[in-house]
Each structure stands twice: as structure tokens, then as C-alpha cells.
């Protein structure tokens, strides 16, 4: 029993990958190609990325 709860505590922890900006647009362009219904959230998801170190927050946070 305490070696499926480990494995849904893994499971539950979402990992963080950095891929480059070009690595992105070979990704982007390649799902292009494919059929609009197969990668439409995909590539909303994609989409969304935010650069690294950028915290998405109001103008006031990146002058502190």
C-alpha cells in the first residue's frame, strides 16, 4: 500500500523543463502540419510558456 501512495505523490509533483526558443518553434511548427483538431491545446498550451526567470507579475515587480 505505501509504494502506490509514493507513486501517486510522484505522480502528483509537476516537473519544470527548459527547451529553447528555437527547440519551441520547431515543436510550434511541426504541430502546424498536423490536423487542427490533434494539437489545438497543445499548442495553446505552448503558447502560454513563459521565459525563464519571468514571473508573469505586474510592471512593479521587476523594479525591486
Do not use: C, H, W
Not at 501512495?5 to 529553447?20: F, N, V
Not at 518553434?25 to 503558447?47: A, H, Q, W
Amino acid at each position: 500500500m505505501e509504494e502506490k501512495e509514493k507513486i501517486k505523490q510522484q505522480q502528483a509533483t509537476p516537473r519544470t523543463y527548459t527547451i529553447s526558443s528555437e527547440q519551441l518553434m520547431d515543436i510550434m511548427r511541426y504541430l502546424m502540419t498536423r490536423p487542427y483538431g490533434e494539437v489545438v491545446k497543445l499548442m495553446n498550451i505552448l503558447s502560454t510558456l513563459n521565459p525563464q526567470g519571468f514571473s508573469g507579475g505586474s510592471k512593479n515587480d521587476s523594479k525591486k
